[in-house]
């Protein structure tokens, strides 16, 4: 990528970390294969036990798929697309702001009818 556009991520910290976690959700998702999941605990033995033993073991994609998790990832890859945008020395090519997520353009007509 460096030799196209003059940007190197930094896969260990925000914004590009979120990219492997992200590959691997997709891989997780896409490829998903059986899984055996346990959990050992201690627990005290008190009124809220129960509370406890009724919570179910997950996988780390399902673990991954909180609201907190999709917010980061979206604002992350909002400033990777536009670091990437901006590397790519592409305001000098466009005409007009730079939004990485617009979802083109529409035009509407009308005809009156008689």
């Not at 998790?69 to 890859?77: H, I, L």
């Not at 592409?90 to 035009?107: H, I, V």
């Amino acid at each position: 990528m460096a030799d196209l556009i003059p940007v190197t991520p930094d896969y260990g910290s925000r914004p590009w970390q979120i990219v492997k976690d992200l590959f691997g959700f997709r891989n997780d998702i896409g490829h998903g294969k059986p899984e055996n999941l346990s959990s050992d605990t201690f627990e005290d033995l008190d009124e809220l036990l129960d509370g406890k033993l009724g919570q179910y073991v997950q996988t780390d994609w399902e673990r991954f798929c909180t609201e907190e998790n999709a917010v980061k990832a979206m604002e992350d890859v909002e400033k990777i697309a536009t670091v990437l945008y901006e590397g790519a020395n592409m305001k000098q090519k466009s005409a007009g702001p730079f939004d990485p997520f617009c979802f083109g353009f529409q035009t509407h007509g009308a005809t009156i009818g008689q």
